[in-house]
């Protein structure tokens, strides 16, 4: 295979870009009637700056009760001196810049973040986005820089998300960091019954110095979504070339049934998914074979504005319960030498959600009983494999301008042996206070 160099590549799919011969979209119409002249004014008045920053700074604190004989308590401390509890203070600075003239837009967005317990104190930067765009024409767009590529119709879960870092499905609505690549944007719109049709492609490095925790393997990797409006359903379809890893095709769906009842589905098929296992005598066994992995939701507003969600979650790749218990029993009657080594070779059975099958619960309700600008909500993760879940009551506020206050407890139940049960937390408590500007 005839390999090229990174400048060779980019200079190629620059290129490529620009050059391509793209269909020209469809003119728009509608504009403003005209005006009378006793009605004119100066519209330098009214002009909008280019240069717009925005963000919020957050203040935050959290108290963490810890389960002393879980596996992953002994994996995380058995080499520390670590209380029964710890309690954990930060700052974090998340400033957004968008400035904008004409067809091009650069947009930037970072975490300055700083925690602080009684062990010691962590500073971290982070460039979350970070990329300059270009419009073209009309429905034709190209970008370049860190971008967060947000694929996939699930709210907790997006098992078609496959340019993008797994959500926290217990914090799903945080910022989460892109990756450095090129991509183009083609819109159609049509009369009838497919009224939208849009192209996105996508094209990125991985080496050791880019984009590095995408993939072990240095190659150039090339993504690909069809969006169709299709009788008011949004459907996409998407691929990743196999790269830095493996191929993998996906689609989505998303229907509003009524104004307040919506259901959304997604499927993927990852070819040649490979998977480590541990055997009883701590050596790794592996294990290669197509995987799929899907999800099924709804989301529902109620006339006294509760708003339910629920997403049930299959992940082809995940672990079997048989394959959980023999990792819980190694971690329980391992000696310390064992322990580390464990911690070496064990990473994709600590990850959140590591095993087949999960519902996902979330209510909220606006304002209850008269309560001005609280919004109290409770959620949970059940893992239908083992039956342990963890529960999650929390409260918002934002009763005063550009801030918002926000309480919650994260509670783990489950037997030993089950993957909330062997969770370092028994439980942990946040308070959070995030100004916007």
């Known amino acids: 295979m005839t390999r090229f160099s990174g400048r060779q590549t980019a ?26 002249e006793e009605f004119t004014f100066d519209a330098r008045e009214f002009e909008k700056s280019p240069l717009e920053l925005g963000g919020f700074v957050q203040m935050e604190a959290s108290h963490s009760r810890f389960r002393e004989d879980s596996s992953q308590y002994l994996l995380s401390f058995f080499d520390q001196d670590q209380d029964s509890s710890r309690d954990l203070f930060g700052v974090t600075l998340q400033p957004d810049l968008n400035w904008q003239a004409g067809p091009v ?7 300055l973040q700083g925690t602080a317990s009684e062990e010691d104190q962590e500073d971290e930067y982070t460039l979350l986005e970070g990329y300059a765009s270009w419009q073209a024409a009309p429905g034709v767009s190209f970008s370049a820089g860190k971008t967060l590529a947000r694929w996939g119709k699930g709210y907790a879960f997006s098992p078609v998300a496959f340019i993008s870092r797994e959500k926290n499905p217990s914090d799903p609505d945080l910022a989460m960091e892109g990756f450095w690549m090129a991509i183009a944007d083609l819109v159609w719109s049509f ?47 998407m691929v990743l070339s196999e790269g830095a890893r493996t191929f993998r095709f996906g689609a989505d769906f998303s229907r509003n049934l009524s104004t307040n009842f919506e259901i959304h589905g997604e499927w993927a098929l ?47 790749q995940g ?24 911690r070496e070779i064990s990473g994709p059975y600590q990850k959140p959600n590591f095993m087949r099958d999960y519902l996902y619960l979330r209510a909220s309700q606006k304002e209850p009983f008269g309560w001005l600008y609280f919004t109290p909500a409770l959620t949970s993760i059940l893992n239908v494999n083992d039956g342990s879940f963890n529960l999650i009551p929390e409260i918002i506020y934002t009763g005063v301008t550009n801030l918002e206050l926000r309480f919650r407890i994260n509670l783990l139940a489950g037997d030993g042996g089950t993957e909330y049960g062997e969770k370092p937390n028994r439980w942990k408590t946040e308070a959070r206070a995030r100004y916007f500007f």
């Open 270 to 316: 990852v070819e040649d998914s490979f998977k480590r296992i541990l055997a009883p005598d701590y050596s790794l066994e592996s294990e290669t074979d197509d995987a799929q992995s899907w999800l099924l939701g709804i989301r529902y507003l109620t006339a006294a504005e509760t708003t339910y969600i629920v997403e049930y979650y299959r992940n082809g």
């Open 191 to 237: 009369p009838g019954s497919m009224r939208t049709l849009a192209f996105t492609g996508a094209a990125f490095p991985v080496d050791e110095d880019i984009n590095d925790n995408f993939g072990q393997e240095e190659s150039w990797n090339w993504a690909g979504k069809l969006y169709l409006l299709w009788h008011d359903t949004d459907i996409d379809f």
């Open 319 to 342: 672990y079997t319960e048989g394959e959980a218990g023999v990792f819980y029993t190694l971690v329980e009657g391992a000696t310390e030498t064992e322990l580390a080594q464990l």
């Open 11 to 36: 200079a190629l799919v620059l290129f490529l870009l620009l050059a391509s011969p793209f269909p020209a979209p469809g003119e728009e119409t509608g504009g403003f009637v005209g005006w009378d």
């Open 105 to 111: 837009r650069i947009f930037s967005m970072a975490s």
